[in-house]
């Protein structure tokens, strides 16, 4: 555990909130190494921490922390080395597969702390940063280790002296990790002389060797307190660190940077000769010794021996040396003598002894030096002894003398003669006669076709027409009308086989003609609709005719068509306040009624008759109501007479109106004349309002007819002829009364009576 740990919050605040990758991580390493010096330290930024107890400082933010997340992400980022030229993943490194081994935790405590794997080597640090005072071995975060491209490595650990001087590996061999004593929460335990043993390790196919070194001061970059990885140049392993003579981290001041040194037998063979053995040890290499029939040794180079030189070689005199390099060859002994091991002088070979000395074995053998000697082939063979004997083939010249009809046959050394062919009598050596095999039964050739006699045989003609199959092997009827094509008559048409024929019927129902010839398609169409009813289409088909479906507004099969009444189902599709009339075929729509605008077909709208003309035509002292189709006039007011939908009369005032026109002189005659007279005006009045609304397409838009003007008329008349008679008998009354006095005034009452009128 590390003193960095204190600002742990501060750096994952840093990169949680940065947006600039490794830019912002160098701002929270600032703060961090500030922390180290205890600048910032959490709920208490204004105490110096060199004054604090280390251990209550470190015990806080071992409570508080997790470090080892930091130090996961520590060891994912790429840091640009301050020495050589790679960076921590190696993708621009000549190093190969290399990483971060995290020590944050492990250098913290006593223990090895190591590259881990047994492939990898040590090629640089990863360091922490602090003042002079903080500068401790716990500041080692991480080591850069790569692959040492030379497979699995020998490990050799050894003990550090702690005076100021070189910590090197053995020769050959690099640095792989450290071993510590004490830990964190001893500060005394925290420098350079605790660091007590080195792993080293050296890649088990390289000699105990470098093949080129280097010392890098690294003073200036390792001692500076900054966070920074200090690395070997690309391509080299750290083989040593330098510590100087004091005891903090900041003490190493030199690495000793190494490439490995490739095994010496990979490359031209070491230097030894290529016929020679080079053996890779661990000082380097050897060489071995020359082959057989070289000279020299393998330090240098090896030169062919020539054996040929000295008496052949010691091969025999019959043949001859021949030399090759590291040795030499003796040719083959020639023909007739065989060779000996261990070129051994040439012995004769009798031939004869193995396959009859290579002649024919038809011919005799004789051994001669070297060679062999062979007699004259037999009679009936063609060649020599020394060749194969040839068989002659008599049967190639003249059948070899055997009758045409029979085979010659041939054997070693002559031929024979065969039975005579079939179908031929006799012997091959003598004659062969032919037999006549249609001679009997028909040459066995079916009755319906000929046998005619060939040489040796018989042939049988062809079956006759309407027949399948050959002489040979019999002749059978042939069915024309199962060949596909209804034999040949019209498909219209049924055919019937027959012995060797067909015959072809008449042609189907719904065609005319005859099945030779063809047959032709009916129209039934033509003939009364063929069949179907008048309102249905008839459509032809072959060899029938198909009724469709009936016309529009008839209902069936085609064959029987029923008129639709149309009217039946919500009114045909008219306006209901019309009438739907159905028809043939259809229906049709009645006009709109009095009181509607419109057609049957489209739709009947009711007409406002109480707007078509002033007041609908009702007297204007009552109100007109429209209601569908027509309208309604209101009652006339209290103290009128008449009818709203015709004229109001104040029957008092219109009494006294004919009373005063008369002069109360007019007779019951006169007065009803009157009457009368008003009335028909009125009357005419308004029959005429009802003619101009119908010449708009209006039918009685007041519903007036003549019988109800002509009870209004007597309901006025009868209420004014009341009057009437009501002020005569008044007047008569008051004309009584005045009698007597009439009677006793004399003159005066008969000359009152006038005025009175």
């Known amino acids: 555990m590390k003193a960095t740990q204190v600002s742990i919050l501060v750096l994952l605040f840093i990169v949680s909130h940065s947006a600039h990758g490794a830019n912002s991580l160098v701002g929270g390493f600032s703060k961090m190494r500030q922390a180290r010096e205890g600048v910032i330290i959490e709920g208490n930024s204004d105490v110096d921490a060199k004054h604090q107890d280390p251990k209550s400082v470190i015990s806080k933010y071992l409570e508080t922390e997790k470090p080892h997340a930091l130090a996961e992400q520590m060891s994912a980022i790429a840091i640009k080395s301050e020495e050589g030229t790679g960076t921590l993943d190696g993708t621009s490194s000549t190093w190969n597969s290399c990483w971060a081994a995290n020590w944050w ?32 071995i716990w500041l080692l975060e991480m080591g850069h280790c790569c692959d040492s491209n030379f497979g699995g490595l020998q490990f050799y650990h050894m003990s550090l002296t702690q005076n100021a001087q070189w910590w090197e590996c053995p020769k050959g061999y690099y640095i792989t990790g450290f071993s510590r004593t004490g830990w964190i929460w001893n500060w005394d335990t925290n420098f350079l002389s605790n660091i007590n043993q080195m792993q080293c390790a050296r890649p088990t196919t390289s000699p105990k060797k470098y093949e080129s070194c280097q010392e890098i001061d690294v003073s ?98 019959l043949t001859q040396c021949v030399n090759s390099p590291g040795s030499f060859s003796c040719t083959n002994c020639p023909v007739g003598y065989v060779d000996q ?36 082939c037999p009679v009936g063979y063609t060649g020599n002894g020394a060749k194969p004997c040839v068989d002659v083939d008599e049967c190639q010249t003249n059948n070899g003398g055997c009758d045409p009809q029979s085979s010659c046959i041939n ?46 045989s018989r042939k049988c003609g062809d079956c006759p027409k309407g ?59 033509l003939n009364q609709n063929g ?70 077909n489209d739709g009947c709208s009711d007409v406002d008759e109480c707007k078509l003309v002033p007041n609908g035509g009702c007297d204007t002292l009552v109100q007109c109501t429209n209601t569908p189709g027509s309208r309604t006039c209101g009652r006339c007011p209290t103290g009128m007479i008449g009818d709203g939908a015709i004229r109001c009369v104040n029957d008092t005032a219109y009494a006294n109106h004919l009373m005063a026109e008369f002069r109360y002189r007019a007779t019951e005659a006169e007065v009803q004349a009157k009457i009368k007279a008003e009335l028909q005006e009125i009357s005419d009045k308004y029959k005429k309002q009802a003619e101009q609304a119908e010449l708009v397409g209006l039918v ?36 009584a009364a005045a009698a007597p006095a009439a009677a006793g005034g004399g003159a005066a009452a008969a000359t009152a009576a006038p005025a009175a009128r």
């Open 105 to 136: 935790g492990s250098f913290d405590w006593s223990g090895w702390s190591t590259c881990w794997d047994s492939r990898s080597i040590l090629t640089g640090f990863y360091r922490n940063g602090a003042d002079a005072w903080w500068d401790r």
């Open 220 to 317: 200036s970059t390792w001692s500076n307190y900054n966070w920074r990885w200090t690395l070997c140049p690309s391509g080299t392993y750290l083989a040593a660190i330098y510590r100087s003579d004091c005891n903090y981290l900041r003490c190493w001041t030199k690495f000793r940077c190494c490439h490995i040194a490739p095994r010496d037998c990979l490359t031209n063979n070491g230097g030894c000769d290529k016929l020679t053995v080079c053996t890779d040890t661990d000082d380097g290499h050897t060489c071995g010794p020359c082959p057989s029939g070289w000279s020299g040794n393998g330090d240098k180079a090896c030169v062919d021996i020539d054996e040929c030189r000295s008496g052949n070689g010691g091969c025999d005199a």
């Open 341 to 376: 091991p261990g070129n051994k002088p040439c012995e004769d070979v009798n031939e004869c002894n193995s396959g009859n000395g290579g002649c024919d074995m038809l011919t005799a053998c004789t051994n001669t030096r070297g060679s062999r000697v062979c007699s004259d």
């Open 411 to 456: 054997v070693p050394g002559s031929r024979k003669c065969g039975e005579c062919k079939k179908g031929f009598s006799g012997s091959g050596e003598t004659r062969c006669i032919d037999i006549d095999e249609c001679a009997g039964e028909n040459g066995n050739c079916h009755p319906l076709t000929q046998c005619f006699n060939t040489p040796g």
């Open 467 to 525: 027949y399948k199959g050959n002489g040979e092997t019999g002749c059978a009827d042939v069915d024309e009308c199962a060949a596909g094509n209804n034999g040949g008559c019209h498909p219209m048409s049924e055919c019937t086989n027959t012995v060797g024929s067909y015959v072809c019927g008449a042609c189907r129902a719904g065609f005319t003609g005859n099945g030779y010839i063809g047959c032709q398609d009916v129209n039934e169409c």
């Open 531 to 600: 069949g179907c009813h008048a309102q249905a289409k008839c459509k032809n088909t072959p060899g029938s005719r198909e009724c469709g479906p009936c016309n529009p507004g008839y209902t069936g099969d085609g064959m029987s068509c029923v008129d639709i009444d149309e009217c039946g189902t919500n009114n045909g599709g008219c306006d209901p306040v019309t009438q739907c009339i159905n028809t043939i075929g259809s229906r049709k729509c009645g006009g709109c009624p009095r009181g509607y605008t419109g057609s049957g």
């Open 700 to 735: 009685s838009p007041m519903g007036i007819t003549d019988e109800q003007l002509t009870d209004v008329a007597r309901t006025v008349a009868s209420s004014v002829y009341s009057q009437y008679i009501t002020l005569q008998a008044q007047r008569a009354a008051a004309a």
